[in-house]
């Protein structure tokens, strides 16, 4: 068979199951319309944030020029640790040119059984991660060769039970899981967790990519906040923090927060930092000027909140389920890979841009229409958009 031929059929079956992804043009004047994004606090399109760029790529080239560890460790990187370091309340940060490449070498080398087995009683680690993670976290797991153990969304208690099925282990035993979940758009009980992972001894990697810059103390990601076990982790150096630059941050890229030496033990050892080109100076100058301005945008934040427990009360009301949401990610699950496509495209032709999430991305007959609001949608955009979501019920 030809690699034409199967692909021909593969897309055959994808669309069968109305499970076929298109490419679709996203012109930059309808970005008002658009809930599709998750530029979350509209700083992609921030002047000073691109002149920034602008004026790092100036100093520095459009490229790297080569990984850190050969040519490419110019020194905005190291500036740009440094000030994620302080961002994240950590020793030490890492950058990596983004978020699915931090998460899927830089878990995976967490994860790692040569990592582990100079430990006394170490070997494999034991790796807990939450149901729903995201599709880099799956894909760190299969790297590292090792088999997750699954606790229910957000279910702390369950963690608590698996944890304990393994008391008697001295394997390594780590926690991924992410502060705000990207497609069901609800927090991690974080104190819980990490008190959970203390009385284990875990190490624990949070994935923050749709908390960076909007969610815990000025932004700075849920893992900023003061609590006794947090800190407690940290000192043993079991707090291992990912975000992303690519949501709310408003550029591309990503960074790993973490202790001193596990950042040393990274740039050693993670495939993703070692054998890959450092991210354009472009990116590193727009991020570090976002990062500049994100702990003062507290207003922005409260009014996003506000416009997301507005909206999720006003579509409840027209009869929509939104989930288990609680932050700026609304989903209007409808369970079916069609009406999914329906809805979407219901709201397209109502000049309302929204992306239509199935499975695998979300477990079978959990298809959801996903709302991402940011700090530019304004009244009558919402307005648009509810009266929209009305007349489909009305129709339905
Ligand atoms: C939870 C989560 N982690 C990681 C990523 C990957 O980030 P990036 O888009 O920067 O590669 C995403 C992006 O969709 C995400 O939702």
């Not at 997301?308 to 579509?315: C, K, N, S, T």
């Not at 695998?360 to 958009?385: C, D, E, F, I, M």
């Amino acid at each position: 068979m030809y690699l034409s031929d199967a692909s021909q059929q593969r897309l055959d079956l994808l669309a069968e199951q109305s499970l076929k992804r298109v490419l679709l043009p996203c012109p930059l004047d309808q970005r008002q319309f658009d809930f599709s994004s998750n530029d979350y606090l509209c700083l992609s399109q921030r002047s000073d944030i691109v002149e920034a760029g602008h004026a790092c790529a100036k100093q520095y080239g459009a490229g790297a020029t080569g990984s850190r560890l050969l040519s490419g460790n110019l020194d905005c990187f190291e500036a740009l640790e440094a000030q994620v370091a302080q961002f994240k309340n950590a020793q030490a940060a890492l950058v990596f040119s983004s978020g699915y490449q931090a998460n899927a070498s830089g878990l995976a080398a967490l994860l790692d059984k040569s990592l582990w087995s100079g430990v006394v009683g170490g070997t494999e680690p034991l790796v807990f991660t939450d149901r729903l993670n995201h599709a880099s976290l799956h894909h760190a797991c299969q790297l590292a060769g090792v088999k997750q153990i699954r606790f229910r969304h957000n279910d702390m208690a369950h963690l608590a039970e698996l944890l304990s099925k393994h008391i008697e282990s001295r394997q390594p035993k780590i926690i991924a899981t992410e502060t705000v979940f990207g497609m069901e758009g609800d927090l991690l009980p974080i104190e819980l967790l990490a008190e959970t992972a203390l009385q284990h001894q875990a190490v624990v990697y949070l994935d923050e990519a749709h908390a960076t810059g909007v969610w815990g103390p000025q932004g700075r990601g849920l893992g900023a906040i003061q609590h006794p076990a947090i800190d407690a982790l940290k000192a043993l150096g079991h707090w291992v923090v990912m975000g992303t630059f690519s949501k709310a941050v408003g550029v591309s890229g990503a960074y790993i927060a973490c202790s001193e030496i596990f950042k040393q033990y990274l740039v050693n050892r993670c495939t993703g930092f070692v054998y890959s080109t450092a991210p354009s100076p472009f990116v590193i100058g727009a991020v570090a000027k976002a990062l500049e301005i994100i702990p003062d945008l507290n207003t922005e934040r409260a009014a996003l909140h506000t416009a997301a427990e507005q909206l999720r009360a006003q579509v409840h009301e027209l009869g929509f389920d939104t989930g288990l949401s609680n932050t700026h990610i609304v989903p209007l699950v409808v369970g079916s890979n069609t009406a999914c496509l329906e809805l979407k495209s219901h709201l397209q032709q109502a000049g309302i841009r929204t992306s239509a999430v199935r499975p695998p991305t979300v477990p079978p007959n959990a298809a959801r229409v996903r709302l991402a609001l940011n700090t530019g949608h304004s009244a009558k955009v919402y307005a648009q958009l509810l009266q929209a979501l009305a007349n489909w019920k009305v129709a339905a």
